[in-house]
């Protein structure tokens, strides 16, 4: 049985695996970046709960807006 989707922390290339898992972890960040650089809403709603490029741990309210955006992974 597969497990339910949290929210919660996760490291960010831990996040873009399970978006993408059968990429390499720096393949999959990098495309889970391109995703939230080329949506209009995510990357301003991150930014104000403290997002910068380069974060490497990403808090339940950023994995949160990224899940609304995206859908689970």
Known sequence: MEEKFRI???GY???AQLYFP???KK???AQLR???KLSDA???MLQSLGYKPGLRLL???HVKVIVEEFGEP
Request: hydrophobic fraction near 40%; glycine fraction near 4%; aromatic fraction near 10%.
């Open 8 to 10: 919660k922390s996760y």
């Open 13 to 15: 290339g831990e996040l």
């Open 22 to 24: 059968n990429i390499s």
């Open 27 to 29: 393949s999959a960040s």
């Open 34 to 36: 391109r995703w939230i």
């Open 42 to 44: 995510v990357l301003p």
């Open 59 to 61: 808090t339940p309210a």
